[in-house]
C-alpha cells in the first residue's frame, strides 16, 4: 500500500557517529513525531559518548548544492543544529532564506555534553545578528542562553536574556533546563517558553543520569510538531513529551551518557 510522504523538516545539523546527537537523533525524532527529515550536514565530528574531539566543518556550497537537489520536497519546517565556523552559518542563512514563512526551530549547539567548547564569541555574535531573525523558536538551554546575551550582567535571570533574544527578531525562546537546573529545583527539570504572548512552564521529574542528545532530540521533535501544524505552545509541550519518554528508556553505552530511545514506541522491550 502507498502511503502520502509525512510534512518534511529539512534538517541542518552536525553528523554525531554515535546517533546520539547530530543528524541521526534529528531524523528519528521527525519520524517519531510524524514527520519526514531531509539532512543536509553542517559538520562532521569524531566524538563519542564522553565528547567531541574534533569538528570538521561542511563545504558551505554542499550544503546549498543539497538543498537545491532536494527542489521537488514542500519544506514544512527547518530544523538548524551545530553550526562550526563563519562559512556554515551564512551558509545556512542562505538556505533558510529560500524558504519565507516556513518555521524554523533552531538549537544553538555551543558546548558538547562533556564539555568541549563547539562555537567562539564571534561567531555567537554572527549567530544572534544573522540568523535570530530568521528564528520561530530558539532552544537554548540556560548555558547557550547565557553565552548567547553576554550583555546581561543578572545572574539567573533567564527571563531578561530571553527577552534580549526576543528583541533581537527572533519569535520566542524555549529555555531548557536539563542541563542546569534552576536554583532550588534541583529534582526538577524546567521547561520556559517566552514569546511576546505568553510565558509558560513545564516541570518534569529529572531522571538520574546525564544523556547525550536531549537537545537535538527536543528541537526536532518540536520542528516535526511545528511542520504538522501544531500551534507552538501545544509543540513545545509534545515535543517534551516525547523527549523524556525518550530519555526515561534510553540505551547504556558502554561508557559514558545515556542514548535516548527515541524509538521507546515501537521497542519490544
Not at 216 to 226: E, I, K, V
Not at 240 to 255: D, E, M, N
Request: charged share 15%; net charge negative.
Amino acid at each position: 500500500m502507498q502511503l502520502p510522504l509525512p510534512p518534511t523538516v529539512l534538517v541542518l545539523a552536525g553528523h554525531d557517529p554515535t546517533g546520539g546527537a547530530g543528524l541521526i537523533a534529528d531524523s528519528e525524532a521527525v519520524a517519531g513525531c510524524g514527520g519526514w527529515a531531509l539532512t543536509v550536514p553542517t559538520a562532521t565530528t569524531v566524538q563519542n559518548c564522553h565528547n567531541v574531539a574534533r569538528v570538521l566543518p561542511a563545504d558551505p556550497d554542499a550544503m546549498q548544492a543539497m538543498v537545491e537537489a532536494l527542489g521537488d520536497f514542500p519544506i514544512a519546517a527547518i530544523k538548524l543544529g551545530l553550526l562550526a565556523d563563519e562559512a556554515t552559518l551564512m551558509a545556512a542563512e542562505r538556505i533558510i532564506r529560500r524558504f519565507p514563512g516556513v518555521p524554523v526551530v533552531a538549537d544553538p549547539v555551543l558546548k558538547a555534553g562533556g564539555g568541549a567548547d563547539l562555537s567562539t564569541a564571534a561567531l555567537r555574535r554572527l549567530y544572534v545578528d544573522r540568523l535570530l531573525p530568521l528564528v520561530d523558536i530558539l532552544t537554548p538551554n540556560r548555558f547557550e542562553l547565557a553565552a548567547l546575551t553576554p550583555e546581561i550582567d543578572a545572574a539567573d535571570d533567564d527571563t531578561a536574556r530571553a527577552v534580549a533574544l526576543i528583541s533581537r527578531g527572533c519569535q520566542a525562546v524555549l529555555v531548557t533546563g536539563t542541563d542546569d537546573p534552576l536554583p532550588g529545583n534541583p529534582d526538577l527539570v524546567v521547561h520556559t517558553l517566552h514569546s511576546p504572548d505568553t510565558t509558560r512552564q513545564w516541570q518534569w521529574p529529572r531522571l538520574p543520569h546525564r544523556y547525550h542528545g536531549s537537545g537535538c532530540t527536543l528541537a526536532s521533535a518540536l520542528a516535526a510538531r511545528m511542520a504538522v501544524g501544531e500551534r507552538l505552545s501545544t509543540a513545545c509541550e509534545q515535543a517534551q513529551h516525547f523527549t523524556w519518554r525518550a530519555l526515561s528508556h534510553a540505551y547504556v553505552p558502554p561508557g559514558g551518557q545515556y542514548l535516548p530511545n527515541r524509538l521507546a514506541r515501537s521497542s519490544r522491550f
